[in-house]
């Protein structure tokens, strides 16, 4: 039996925490500091059964009109179509990529220049295959902090930093970090698939607007949500976050946005004792 959880145009004082399938989800949401309007990023949580889920996170693009819509359209497209599986994750991936296409059509349809960025989990047992179109982060990580995935933001900037031409820290300072090159509503949207991932016990999954991403180098990240309980690293992220985006200092990062993130741990295997 599945249940689904959305979050669009939220404000979470804290994160909440599900039970999800072998292992647990924490997800937060709060909109940028000072904004008057809502909060452009939505996000979702379907658990599917006992060792199957799909997480989503969306991002209306700033500067277009429309785009809490536009991310709340994303996120429902992508739960509408796994819902119709019923109980047949087979074409789990199938319907994925159809609910990617069928938020691309409905935001193009507003006729209002809307855009969107969407990331997707599917998390079948012990394996994982992350989708993106635009810049939200999937990121994995082990235990002891080593980096098992990561995308590559669809924007000039990640690419370069892919590339070796731009170092990942001072991109985070480039003037043009805010540009997306491949967006849901804009034109030929690409959805890019990663390879099937497995997931060893106590991993760490999230998926991230550029609300953090933006805002944390990426080893703060990491060194945050690899160990200890997840409801308090997700806290910590939180408060980091909402820090930098208040005021620079030091030469940090401090790019006031949205900020909505999901971060899911596999727990240890059955009868798998500690060392």
């Known amino acids: 039996m599945s249940e689904t959880h959305i979050f669009t145009d939220v404000d979470m004082t804290q994160g ?5 399938g072998a292992g647990e989800a924490v997800v937060l949401s709060i909109p940028k500091p000072g904004r008057e309007g809502p909060n452009e990023d939505a996000a979702a949580l379907i658990s ?3 060792e199957a889920a799909v997480a989503v996170v969306s991002d209306g693009a700033g500067g ?10 994303a996120v429902r497209a992508v739960c509408d179509s796994v819902a119709k599986l019923g109980g047949d994750l087979g074409n789990l991936r199938e319907a994925i990529i159809n609910g990617f296409e069928s938020a691309d059509r409905a935001i193009s349809a507003l006729g209002t220049g809307a855009a969107a960025t969407l990331a997707v989990v599917e998390i079948q047992g012990s394996h994982m295959r992350a989708y993106h179109a635009g810049d939200s982060m999937v990121l994995v990580t082990g235990q002891r902090g080593r980096i098992k995935w990561l995308t590559i933001p669809h924007s000039p900037v990640g690419y370069a930093v892919e590339a070796g031409l731009l170092d990942r820290g001072d991109a985070l300072h480039h003037e043009d970090l805010h540009i997306v090159s491949n967006l849901l509503g804009g034109h030929g949207m690409r959805i890019e698939l990663g390879a099937a991932l497995e997931l060893s016990p106590r991993d760490t999954v999230v998926l991230a607007s550029d609300g953090l991403s933006d805002n944390l180098h990426l080893d703060e990240i990491v060194e945050r949500v690899r160990k200890g309980p997840l409801p308090r690293a997700v806290a910590e992220l939180a408060a980091l976050g909402r820090q930098r985006m208040a005021a620079s200092s030091d030469g940090e990062p401090s790019k006031p946005d949205d900020l909505t993130f999901i971060a899911i741990r596999r727990r240890r295997s059955p009868g798998r004792k500690r060392r």
């Open 64 to 73: 277009h009109p429309g785009g809490a819509e536009a991310a709340a359209l």
């Open 16 to 20: 909440e925490r599900f039970e999800l």
């Open 48 to 50: 599917l059964a006992d």
